[in-house]
C-alpha cells in the first residue's frame, strides 16, 4: 500500500530519518556486525592483541559438552513455559469470555503481571520458594519432599519454570481472549443446534478457529523464553546449579562476563541472531497463510 | 452464549478465582514479608497476616538502604529507572513518528532501503549483541550515563512501524485539503498529523515505559556505580549478601515499589495498554 498524495521535499525526509538512522547503525548495526567479526577473532585477556582465527571459535563452541547442554536447557525450557502458559492462559480465557458479570474485573486482575519485571518475578518465586525461609517449602518438607532449587538442578528448573509461566499467562490470556471474541456467534450457535454440547463445540469449532492467535502466541513465547526470562534466571538461580538453567542467552552473558571469553561469547551471539531470525521469518511465512481457516 | 447452565456459570466463576489467586499470591506473600521484620522473615514460618513494621521498612527502603551491605537507597534507583523508562518512551515516540513521517509522506531515493535498514531491528533484541553494544558505549565514553541506559534501547522498528501502519489509514484527502489550505509539510505534520496520532502516541508511550522500566540486562551490564543502579537491577543486588544476610523483608518492600509504577500504568491505562500491546505485536 503507498500513499498517492505526497509531499515534494529533496532534503527534509532525510532529515527526519537521521535521527533513526543515527541510532540504528551506531548501536544496532555496529555492534551487530561487530559481533559476527568478533566471533572469528580469539582476544587476549587484556583486548590488547586480536588474531583471526576463523571458525576456531565455533568449532570450540561445538565441541563443548555444556554447549549442547545449554540447547537441550532451552529446549526444555522454552518448551514447558510456553506449553503451561498457553493452555493455563487458555483454560482461563475460556472462562472470562463466558458471560459473567465480573468478567471485566477478571480481565484486570489477570493481565497486570505483564507489567511485572521478569527480575523482579523471579525474586517473588524465589522468595515464596526458597529452601530455608520460603513459605512453601516448610510444608513440601512436612509431606516428605527434600526440597532444595539451590543444589538441585530439576527443582531449580521448576522454579524458574514456575516464574516464567506465572508472568506470561497475562500476556496470552490477553490475545486468547481477543481471539476467541473475534469467532462469531452464530458459529457456535449453528453447532448448538447440530446438537454438539460445550465441550465439543470447543474443540471442534473454538480451537480450530483459534489456531492463528495460537500459533502466533506459541512464536511469541518461544521468543519471550530465550530473551526476556534472561532476569528470572539471573535472579532465582544464575544459571545453576551445575549449569541446569544455564540457557543459550544466559550462556553468552556469563561466558563473555565471568569468563572472559568474548570471540566464544560472540559466536554464540551469532548462532542465536540466525536463530531469532529464521524464527522471525516463519512467524511472517506462515502466521498469516498456513493456520487459517 | 447459546445454552445458559447454572454450574457452568460456577464452574467458570471457580476457575478464574483459581487464576486470580495464582496470580495475586506471590505478590500478597511479598506484601506481607514487606510488613514483618527480618526475624520473622527469615525463620521460615512467616504468618500470612500484615506484621508491624511496615513503616519502618518502607522507610529504610527508600531513604537509608539496607544496613549490613552498604545499598544506595530505593529512593534514588526509583529516579533512575523513572529517568531511564521515560527516556526510552518519549525516545522512540519521536524517533520513530519522525521516520515513519518520512516514509510514507515523501517519495526519495533510498525510501525502501532506509525503510529495510529500520524494519530489520525488530528481529534482533539487545539480549544477543550484548558485549559489542557494550563495547560501543564504552567508547562514546557513556558507560554510567543515561544516555548510555536510553539510546541502545530505542533502536527499534517497533514504533515506527506502528505509525507507518496508522498514517496509512489517514485518507489522501486530509493532506490534499490541507495543501490547498496552503500548508507545507511542517504545518500539515504539526497541525494535522499529530492531534490525529495522540491516542497511537499513548498505546506506544504505554508499552515502552513498561519495557523501559522493566530492562535487566543492559543496565546491570553498563551501570557500575551504585549511584546509576536502577530499582530493577538494585533488588537482586540486595539478596547477592549471603542467604544470612540478605534483608528480605527490604527486598521484598523494593520488589513492592519496583512494580507499583508498571503495573498501575496497566491497571489505569487498561485501554491504552491493550491497544498498544495488540498493535505493536503485527
Given at each position: 500500500m503507498e500513499k498517492t498524495a505526497v509531499f515534494k521535499g529533496k532534503f527534509l525526509p532525510y532529515l527526519l530519518l537521521v535521527p533513526q538512522l543515527v541510532i540504528t547503525?551506531?548501536?544496532?548495526?555496529?555492534?551487530?556486525?561487530?559481533?559476527?567479526?568478533?566471533?572469528f577473532l580469539r582476544e587476549d585477556a587484556?583486548?590488547?592483541?586480536?588474531?583471526?582465527?576463523?571458525?576456531?571459535?565455533?568449532?570450540?563452541?561445538?565441541?563443548q559438552p555444556e554447549y549442547y547442554k545449554s540447547m537441550v536447557t532451552t529446549l526444555v525450557f522454552?518448551?514447558?513455559?510456553?506449553?503451561?502458559?498457553?493452555?493455563?492462559?487458555?483454560?482461563?480465557?475460556?472462562?472470562?469470555?463466558?458471560?459473567?458479570k465480573a468478567a471485566p474485573t477478571f480481565k484486570v486482575m489477570m493481565i497486570w503481571p505483564y507489567a511485572v519485571a521478569p527480575a523482579v518475578a523471579g525474586v517473588l518465586w524465589l522468595f515464596i520458594f526458597h529452601p530455608s525461609l520460603g513459605t512453601m517449602a516448610r510444608p513440601l518438607r512436612l509431606m516428605g519432599f527434600n526440597w532444595n532449587p539451590m543444589l538441585n538442578g530439576n527443582h531449580a528448573m521448576a522454579l524458574v519454570v514456575m516464574a516464567a509461566v506465572w508472568k506470561q499467562i497475562a500476556y496470552n490470556f490477553l490475545f486468547f481472549l481477543a481471539g476467541l471474541q473475534a469467532i462469531p456467534r452464530s458459529v457456535l450457535e449453528a453447532g448448538a443446534i447440530d446438537g454438539a454440547g460445550p465441550y465439543r463445540r470447543f474443540w471442534t469449532i473454538t480451537f480450530p478457529l483459534l489456531s492463528p492467535t495460537t500459533f502466533f502466541l506459541l512464536v511469541v513465547n518461544v521468543v519471550y523464553v530465550f530473551f526476556d526470562t534472561f532476569g528470572i534466571i539471573d535472579a532465582v538461580t544464575g544459571g545453576g546449579p551445575a549449569g541446569a538453567t544455564t540457557t543459550m542467552v544466559y550462556k553468552v552473558y556469563a561466558d563473555g562476563r565471568l569468563g572472559g571469553d568474548l570471540g566464544g561469547s560472540a559466536a554464540q551471539s551469532v548462532i542465536l541472531m540466525v536463530i531469532v531470525i529464521a524464527l522471525t521469518a516463519i512467524q511472517f511465512r506462515y502466521v498469516e497463510r498456513k493456520v487459517q481457516y | 452464549m447459546v445454552e445458559h447452565r447454572r454450574w457452568n456459570d460456577i464452574l467458570a466463576y471457580a476457575i478464574l478465582i483459581l487464576g486470580v489467586f495464582i496470580v495475586v499470591f506471590p505478590v500478597y506473600v511479598a506484601l506481607i514479608a514487606s510488613t514483618h521484620d527480618a526475624a520473622t522473615v527469615v525463620n521460615g514460618n512467616m504468618p500470612m497476616l500484615p506484621g508491624s513494621h511496615t513503616l519502618e521498612n518502607y522507610y529504610r527502603a527508600i531513604f537509608v538502604g539496607g544496613s549490613r551491605a552498604s545499598r544506595e537507597p530505593v529512593g534514588h534507583m526509583l529516579m533512575n529507572s523513572f529517568v531511564m523508562a521515560m527516556g526510552i518512551a518519549l525516545g522512540k515516540i519521536v524517533i520513530s513518528i519522525l521516520s515513519a513521517y518520512a516514509v510514507v509522506y515523501f517519495r526519495f531515493p533510498f525510501r525502501q532501503t532506509a525503510f529495510w535498514i529500520i524494519f530489520v531491528t525488530l528481529m534482533l533484541p539487545v539480549e544477543v549483541r550484548i558485549y559489542p553494544t557494550y563495547k560501543v558505549i564504552a567508547d562514546l565514553k557513556m558507560l554510567d550515563t543515561y544516555a548510555g541506559l536510553i539510546?541502545?534501547?530505542?533502536a527499534s522498528a517497533t514504533g515506527t512501524l506502528l505509525f507507518r501502519q496508522f498514517f496509512m489509514t489517514i485518507p489522501d484527502e486530509l493532506?490534499?485539503?490541507?495543501?490547498?489550505?496552503?500548508a507545507g509539510p511542517f504545518r500539515f505534520f504539526k497541525d494535522?498529523?499529530?492531534?490525529?496520532?495522540?491516542?497511537?502516541?499513548?498505546?506506544?508511550?504505554?508499552?515502552?515505559?513498561?519495557?523501559?522500566?522493566?530492562?535487566?540486562?543492559?543496565?546491570?551490564?553498563?551501570?557500575?556505580?551504585?549511584?546509576?543502579?536502577?530499582?530493577?537491577?538494585?533488588?537482586?543486588?540486595?539478596?547477592?549478601?549471603?542467604?544470612?544476610?540478605?534483608?528480605?523483608?527490604?527486598?521484598?518492600?523494593?520488589?513492592?515499589?519496583?512494580?507499583?509504577?508498571?503495573?498501575?500504568?496497566?491497571?489505569?491505562?487498561?485501554?491504552?495498554?491493550?491497544?498498544g500491546l495488540v498493535e505493536t505485536e503485527k
Open positions: 547503525l551506531v548501536f544496532f548495526y555496529w555492534p551487530a556486525s561487530q559481533a559476527v567479526w568478533q566471533s587484556f583486548g590488547l592483541n586480536s588474531e583471526f582465527i576463523g571458525l576456531e571459535n565455533y568449532q570450540a563452541l561445538l565441541a522454552s518448551s514447558l513455559v510456553a506449553a503451561l502458559s498457553l493452555s493455563i492462559a487458555l483454560l482461563f480465557a475460556t472462562q472470562a469470555d463466558k458471560n459473567l | 539510546l541502545p534501547l530505542i493532506l490534499e485539503a490541507s495543501r490547498i489550505d496552503g494535522t498529523l499529530l492531534p490525529l496520532s495522540v491516542t497511537t502516541m499513548a498505546a506506544l508511550f504505554v508499552i515502552q515505559f513498561i519495557y523501559g522500566w522493566n530492562q535487566y540486562l543492559w543496565p546491570l551490564l553498563i551501570t557500575t556505580q551504585e549511584s546509576m543502579q536502577t530499582i530493577v537491577t538494585g533488588i537482586k543486588k540486595m539478596l547477592t549478601t549471603t542467604d544470612e544476610l540478605a534483608e528480605w523483608q527490604l527486598a521484598m518492600a523494593t520488589a513492592i515499589l519496583a512494580m507499583l509504577p508498571p503495573v498501575a500504568v496497566v491497571v489505569f491505562m487498561q485501554r491504552l495498554f491493550v491497544r
